[in-house]
């Protein structure tokens, strides 16, 4: 943690730790207020779906949500990834590294809602 706390140091005001889980700090950020998100928390399938979702209602337009540990290994999260992406229609890019992300989720409240109700 004290690596962690210097590394953000020059960051400044920029960077905030938020100690929390990721659905709880995502529901306390604004609407359309992140550029970048990098998802490599709770690696099971519901919960990469949730974060995924959570996280639409707080990305920018144009904003990336990206992610780690799409592979074989880890199934679940690989399978998160894919439901997101043929739930919402929506192209997701993937790296040999395990590194995927969604250039482009577009996705509107609702339609969010009504595939997710279960994260309200
Ligand atoms: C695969 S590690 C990645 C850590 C970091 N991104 C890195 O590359 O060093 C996953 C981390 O997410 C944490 N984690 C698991 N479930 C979480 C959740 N629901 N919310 C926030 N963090 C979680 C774990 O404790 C672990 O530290």
Known sequence: MDTLIADLEPFGTRAQLI???TIAAIQSLPDETVDLAF????????AVVADVIE???????????VGHDFSPYWFETS??????????RRSVELSADGTWW??????????????????R
Do not use: C, Y
């Open 79 to 88: 399978l998160g990834v894919l439901w997101v992406a043929n739930g919402f």
């Open 39 to 46: 998802v490599d928390a709770n690696h099971f399938t519901e």
């Open 19 to 21: 100690n929390q889980t």
């Open 55 to 65: 996280l639409t209602r707080v990305m920018k337009s144009g904003g990336v949500i």
């Open 102 to 119: 969604f250039p482009d989720m577009g996705i509107e409240t609702d339609e969010i809602l009504a595939a997710w109700p279960a994260s």
